[in-house]
Each structure stands twice: as C-alpha cells, then as structure tokens.
C-alpha cells in the first residue's frame, strides 16, 4: 500500500513516465522526465518515507548524461603522484600488486581526516585521490565557516557531527599548525515578527547541543557592527561559529597523514572492486589494482558511484550548485562577525541562504548561493548567481559590489533525506560509507573521522592485530606566513634564508621562500593552482598578473622541468606551450 500511494504521488508530481520499486529497504525511482525540475521534485517527494534511503535513477530529458556521469581521473599512469613519508614514486602502475590495510577513496577534506586518524593505529592506509592534488573540488570550493549547528535540523546526523566537529577543530587547528578563529555568528532579525521568534531559536540550539546562543538587541548588534544595515531588529547571536581556510586546513591534514605513515596516491582514479562473496578483495585503479582488507567511501560528489561498485547502492546524490563573491581584503576591516539575514520564506528550502563570512585571510565572502543543477564538477557562474549574491552586501553599509575581486563555485554532494550517510555498509562486510557530506561537512569532518576510523578498525581487528602508532606525530610544524610576522621577525628570517626577502605575490605579500618551502613539502606543490591553497600567491586583486610568471619559474627550477611544462592544475593545463625564440 505504501509503494502504491508512492507511485501515485511520483506519476502526479513528475509524469506518467516514472514508476517506484523497493530494493533492499530503499526505493529506486526510474523512467524518464521532461525537466530537471520534476526530477527535483520526485526525488524530494520519495525522501523521508520510511525507507533507508532513495536512488533517483530518473533520466530528465533536458540533461540526459547525468544519468550516467562516472568520474575521470587527471591523468593515467601520471607518475610523480605517490607521496608517503615525504617519498615521491614514479610509473605507470605503481600500485599494481601492493597490499593494504585500508583504502581511503577521495582526498577531500573529510578523506584527509579520516586518512590522518586511521595513522595513529600501526596499519597500513593509502588515501586515493583522482586529481592533482587533495582539495581539489568540493573542500576548496565553500566558504570555510565551522558552523555553529544551529541551522542543522534536529536528531539528524548533520547536527550531531556539526557540534562534535565545531568543538575538535580548535584543538585540530593548533595540532595542524594552521589559523583558526571563532567570530561568532549573527543571525539578523528581519522584523519585530522575527525578533519574536527567539525561545524557538534558543530551543533549536539547545537541542542540538549549541555551545553557547545569546539575543541582541538592535542597539547591541549596531555596537558590535556599526555598519551593519538599519534594515534589522536585533540579532540572534552564537559565539561558537568558527573560521578556518578549508583548502590549507585539507592540504594539513594530508601532509600530517603522510608524516604519520599514510601512503597518499595523487591522479589516482579508482574505478571498481573486485570481490569474492560479500568481501571487497582488490581495489582498481588506473595506476595498478592493489588488495585491501577495509575500504573507506569518502568519494565526495561520486560516493553513490563508489558505493555502486560493490552493489551497496542504496542513496544517490543530487548536486547542488553554491556561488561566492570574494571581496578585497580591505572589506575585512569593516565586519567583525559572520552575518546573515535568512527570510522567514526559506524555513521550507534546503539552504541556510548565505550571507557575509569573513575569512582568516581577512577577506569578506558573499554567499553562497544554493542551486539544484546537474553536473557533479560543473563550476560556471552565472549573471544571475551574481545578482543573487549582491542582496547579501546590503547587510554592510561600508561594502559594495565594487569590492568584489573574483567568485567561484562549489558543488554539495546531497542525499535526498538531506542527512550524512555515516556507517559500515550492510551488505559488505569491509566497506565504510562517508557520503552524503554536503554543508555543514567541513565543521563536521573531525567528528566523522572520529568515528568512521573507528567503524574501520573494528571491522579491521576482526583479522588484524591493531595496536598504537607509538611514533605517532600529532603535530604539523606550521609553514612560514610572511605577513604574519613582525618586522623584527622578517628580518631574522631573511638574514637566514635571503629568499624570504623576495616578495613575489604583491597583493598577499608571498615570498620566494614560502613558495619554495610549499614545493619542498611532504605533500609537494606541483602546480600555480597547488602553489595558490597553499600560500595564496595569485588569490589577490591582480589574480596573478603579476606574480605568475615568478611562480612558474619557481616551480621549474624545483621541480626539475622545462617552464612549458609548468601547470595551472595539473596535465591539460600547461601555462605556456613553448619558448617563441631559441636561446643562441
């Protein structure tokens, strides 16, 4: 009866072209549509029904290839990709026939972590990662706000991750050597009808185990922001929101994995299991097929794909697209907290409807915006994404659209029910899931680490005598930041390695030094784009004008190569394709 009443729904909603079946406690949605819309809206209706997950396998006419988009890798037999205690490996199948304890597939920031927490146990774990290098898509494409949890609905896993992470990331950052603050969060009452609303504010907080929520007044909002719009009834306030930089925060957690005995494989694509019985045997590779005894599905945007591989698909993702305008850095002068002014209207989407996030850099990030479009590393932005964007600066009076210096876009990987899929699958017996991250993900990636590795070690002890990493190094020496340092303490610097004193970036005051030192790091930066989510040389006003040819010639000299060889991000994306005149 309830399948019946579903497929009625479904055939209402999206066509008479769609029908419903369960398979193993999940229903899967199948047939065809005209729009994307109405593939949206039966995936949505299907969610929270009862069933352990939902499978949208519905073809919409209007972009037919998403039905079927598998992952690529950023090169095959790449070479110079493996990194484990600092050691770089070369050749076309260097994984063909190794054996290891745990595969991690994907290094996002929710990889890296789940990699690093495994290394305190004396296993063997190799991390694989498709592109160039770790952070490549969704954990440096969001804004690096460490949610408070107020926003996540109640009883999820989102909420209870978001507030376990929120609290590890302090001492995580300390450990990481990287910069960590805690802001704070304002939620701008729109009206008195919203200021009203506050005992349902601090109820949602306090069920979800908020550390900390306070109400302010129009007076005491304007005295901790004097800029803010006059437009506002006061705010709601939660000190514990916190900001990191999410693709140095996922670059840390990476190079302490290695340091920590943790083999990461760089253009590495993973592209299916073997397995005998209900036991994933082999790993396959574009870079050798290698045994392991528990795999870790941290695939970010191709985790239901992964999960396909080893029959265990019972949730697909959607994508959905956010925007952010990245603002000067002098915009941080005039916001001192994360603001956001959500209508009462959004209380039924699925975004949190963005704002103004400043950044530890200093800069103010406006957004994102929350899109549902096909396409799982689809990053165009649009005229109207920016249009969309612009409401948010009105919330600072000193701020304008002029400010604005660049804007990117990410893609969160989302289960219909909306939730985090975090457990040791039901159907292999050595196979974890961490699926499903979408926001508030980055806050949250600590937390699932915690327990995913743990999940990973029971299972592993089943065979495996598991003791302590005695060597175990939990901290991460922090690399040199330049602008951080004070006169006297540039000037020791560069009476000891005179590269410091060569200012290469401009805009974000960047050295020789810092640039060499990220080429010469256990998890080496091989490419501008990897040299940029490491010390930001090119992220300024000038989006590299100036300094990008200093910063090929130095990736050249310490890499080795001819400066036509020299990447942006990686193989297809050479800067310059040969010298225009030959040296006498």
Known sequence: MKLEKLREGLRRIAGRDVDAREDRGAIVLEGETDTWEARLAAGYFAANRGYRGVVNDIVAAEAPWAATEQPRGALTGAGNGDVGNGDVASGEHPLE??????AVVGGGVVGCAIARELSKWRISVILLEKEEDVACHTSSRNDGMIHDGFAAKPGTRKA????????LWEPLARELGIEF??????VIYESRAHAALYPAFASRAAKNGVDGWEYWSARRLRAEEPWVTGDQHGA??????????????TVALAESA??????ISLFTLATGFEREGNRITHVRTDRGNFSVKVVVNAAGNWADVVAGWAD????????????????DVQSGDFQRHIMAKPSLLQARTHTKGGGLVPTVEGNILVGPTANELPGRELYATSPAEIRQLERHIGLNLKLSPSMAITYFAGVRPCTWEEDFVIEPSRRVANLVHAAGIQSPGLASAPAIAEDVAKMTLDILGTSTRIVPNTAFRPFREAPVDLRRLSLEERAKLVARRPEYGRIVCRCEEVSEGEIRDAVRAPLSARSLDAVKRRVRAGMGRCHGGFCT????????SELGVELSEVTKKGPGSRIALGETKRRA
Request: hydrophobic share 40%; proline share 6%.
């Open 236 to 249: 709601f306030f939660l000190p514990s929101a916190g900001i990191i930089s999410p693709y140095k925060a």
């Open 97 to 102: 026939g190794l054996s290891f304890d745990v």
């Open 160 to 167: 209870a991750y978001n507030v376990r992470g929120n609290r």
């Open 258 to 263: 290695a340091a920590n005995g943790v083999r």
């Open 312 to 327: 265990d698909r019972f949730f697909s993702l959607h994508q959905r697209r956010g925007t952010d305008m990245i603002l």
């Open 181 to 186: 603050s805690r802001p704070g969060s304002i």
């Open 549 to 556: 040819p200093r910063v090929m010639e130095i990736l050249a």
